[in-house]
T-cell receptor
């Protein structure tokens, strides 16, 4: 099993739709979790950290389920500008600070 | 004003050559990283330096040698380039290297080995 797994998609949704991505991780000792966004031919940028109690930032909601070892990202009221690849990042397993990136989930929002 | 900068942005070279990529951050961060993103889009960490000291060295051929002259710079030298080295190389930095730190990425260097 890969350390961090994501469905590569693409997820094709109309504007205004709600879409959710999941990301599973294999190491139960992982400490920190993030969602990054990567636009085509650009660098990854932090979208949001994921906290144990779940957190929201505008239209974006991130949740962590330690028992099942997955994190999720929910995007409400999708905009055309949300089209990008969303990378799940898991960090700090077993005292190691090696960040592990998932391969990303591609989102395409169409008019 | 660029927080993390890399040069060059594009690098096209022949197999067997030696090349370097430079990275600089002006964020005052202590930790810098090199990542490789291959054609399948996997982003994999190669090296990490904290205050000029190597702290992460993943399974990378020893043709790749990072050098950190000071904590604001982390350069990557590649000897005897191979076709499989073609990828986008991203430099990144974070405040202290703690697992909860946000990473800030440079714009990437697209390396093509012919």
């Amino acid at each position: 099993r890969k350390e961090v797994e994501q469905d590569p998609g693409p997820f094709n949704v109309p504007e205004g739709a709600t879409v959710a991505f999941n990301c599973t991780y294999s190491n139960s000792a992982s400490q920190s979790f993030f969602w990054y966004r990567q636009d085509c031919r650009k660098e990854p940028k932090l979208l949001m950290s994921v906290y144990s109690s779940g957190n929201e930032d505008g239209r974006f909601t991130a949740q962590l389920n330690r028992a099942s070892q997955y994190i999720s990202l929910l995007i409400r009221d999708s905009k055309l500008s949300d089209s990008a690849t969303y990378l799940c990042v898991v960090n700090g397993a077993g005292g190691s600070y090696i960040p592990t990136f998932g391969r990303g989930t591609s989102l395409i929002v169409h008019p | 004003d660029t927080a993390v900068s890399q040069t060059p942005k594009y690098l096209v070279t022949q197999m067997g050559n030696d090349k370097s990529i430079k990275c600089e951050q002006n964020l005052g961060h202590d930790t810098m990283y090199w990542y490789k993103q291959d054609s399948k889009k996997f982003l994999k960490i190669m090296f990490s330096y904290n205050n000029k000291e190597l702290i992460i060295n993943e399974t990378v051929p020893n043709r790749f040698s990072p050098k950190s002259p000071d904590k604001a710079h982390l350069n990557l030298h590649i000897n005897s380039l191979e076709l499989g080295d073609s990828a986008v190389y991203f430099c990144a930095s974070s405040h202290s290297g703690d697992s909860s730190d946000t990473q800030y990425f440079g714009p990437g260097t697209r390396l093509t080995v012919l």
